[in-house]
């Protein structure tokens, strides 16, 4: 049972420090920066889960497009995806409170 820790707990840092390789590279900047910005936008038209459903599936669709016409469906872009739009949740939630305070 101990070899079994080891080795699920060495993955894991192997897998983690690969994430923060790949986040790093510029097209998945580019996925959490306009999910980021996808998110506040969609937040000024609709509630915090539909705005964030609204997101992902933009960011799913278009990692379907790039798996039939473009590079592949990447989960590392989709990772981006998700980073950013939390971003957007985290930031843009009590934003929108502020703004709309009578």
């Not at 049972?1 to 080795?7: A, E, G, Q």
């Not at 840092?13 to 994430?19: E, K, V, Y």
């Not at 910005?37 to 609709?46: G, K, S, Y």
């Not at 278009?62 to 739009?85: A, H, P, Q, V």
Request: glycine share 8%; net charge positive.
């Amino acid at each position: 049972m101990k070899v079994k820790i080891t080795s699920l707990y060495g993955a894991t840092c192997r897998f983690s420090r690969l994430l923060a390789l790949k986040l790093r590279e510029e097209d998945k900047v580019k996925h959490m920066v306009w999910s980021f910005f996808l998110t506040l936008a969609a937040l000024t038209v609709w509630p915090a889960p539909l705005a964030f459903l609204a997101v992902f599936v933009i960011g799913l669709l278009k990692e379907c497009w790039d798996f039939r016409f473009g590079s592949g469906f990447c989960f590392y872009d989709m990772t981006g995806n998700l980073i950013g739009s939390l971003f957007g949740l985290v930031l843009g939630l009590p934003l929108i409170a502020l703004i709309s305070r009578p």
